[in-house]
């Protein structure tokens, strides 16, 4: 979405180092509040006023720049008002990074004013709503056939499926961090399949064996062996990039588990324990009769509870005793 690096590699950075960001901050809220966890779209800075806000910032900045950019290359048929056949994706581009942009832009005036509050789950569901835009251009506006380019952009419709998935469970789950931290590293698996997707298309170096740079600077591979070896590759590369998210997460949850908070996972691991064998037991003991289960209940509650009043403990004694009287009738 830049101008710095080749096409896609541009991209594939800026989703990447969001996705990083994305993680650090979503491990970092839950080993400091594990038990009050709540999912969140985007992170704030430590720093004075606006500034606070500066990934929305990054976001508007990038998205209007990759605006210009495509709606530059199609000027004159923004002029002539017919959309050539070549240009049919710049458009189509623009309109789920509209979507982005549109994220941006409320997420900053609902942040630093009133006229906008919004309720739960709306930001990030219009988050959502470009990635699912993006999935159905790459799925029905991209080089379809049996081809080198076709089978790599099938992997990104894979990572968008997930990442809109999940996107959308997090506001069914907000608190759930297993669904957090996935989105995130799937942000993170869409900028690195993007940087290997420019690698392909910019990267003589990288076109495989039996194959040949194409008219856009993609791979072309004849049918055959060159091409089951060349989808071979991509696969084999999407798997070590999964693996290196995965391992490289475990290794930040770690770090920050062990120099920020020294280990407050094994407490709630206890206490997690100690309750399951709390429910456990009474489970097990549903044949005691009724009023062993109260009184033992009652002895429970005061225990816990020293500051049970006397007419209080008076009332549930006479409550068992009505109820002790009943049954022997």
Not at 138 to 167: K, R
Not at 177 to 196: E, H, P, Q, Y
Request: proline fraction near 5%.
């Amino acid at each position: 979405m830049g101008s710095i690096l080749p096409s896609h590699m541009d991209q594939g950075v800026i989703f990447g180092v969001l996705g990083l960001w994305h993680v650090l901050n979503t491990l970092n809220l839950y080993i400091k509040t594990p038990r009050g966890f709540r999912y969140r779209t985007w992170f704030p800075v430590k720093l004075p006023w606006t500034l606070r806000f500066l990934e929305l910032w990054i976001i508007l900045l990038i998205i209007v720049m990759f605006i210009c950019t495509q709606m530059s290359h199609a000027r004159a048929d923004i002029s002539s008002g017919i959309i050539q056949a070549a240009h049919i994706q710049r458009f189509q581009h623009v309109t789920f990074a509209l979507f982005f942009l549109v994220y941006a832009a409320v997420g900053l005036v609902s942040e630093q004013c009133s006229m906008l509050p919004l309720p739960p789950g709306v930001l990030h569901s219009t988050f959502a709503l470009g990635f699912l835009l993006e999935l159905l251009v790459f799925h029905f506006g991209h080089h379809p056939g049996e081809t080198l380019e076709n089978f790599v952009h099938m992997f990104m419709q894979i990572i968008l499926l997930f990442l809109v998935s999940l996107m959308f469970l997090e506001i069914l789950w907000p608190r759930s961090f297993v669904i957090s931290i996935a989105r995130c590293m799937l942000l993170i698996l869409k900028g690195t399949w993007f940087f290997d997707i420019g690698i392909l298309i910019n990267v003589p170096s990288s076109i495989p064996l039996g194959c040949v740079s194409g008219a856009h600077g993609f791979p072309v591979c004849p049918v055959g062996e060159a091409l089951m070896r060349a989808k071979s590759l991509q696969v084999l590369v999407f798997g070590c990039q999964m693996l290196g998210i995965v391992i490289g997460t475990y290794l930040a949850y770690a770090l920050l588990n062990q120099f920020l908070i020294k280990g407050p996972y094994l407490q709630i691991l206890e206490d997690v324990e100690e309750s399951g064998s709390k429910v456990d037991a009474v489970e097990e003991d549903e044949a005691v009769p009724i009023i062993s289960v109260i009184a033992r209940s009652l002895s429970i509650r005061v225990s816990v509870n020293n500051t049970i009043s006397p007419k209080e403990l008076r009332l549930n004694h006479q409550a068992v005793f009505q109820m002790q009287e009943t049954i022997n009738h």
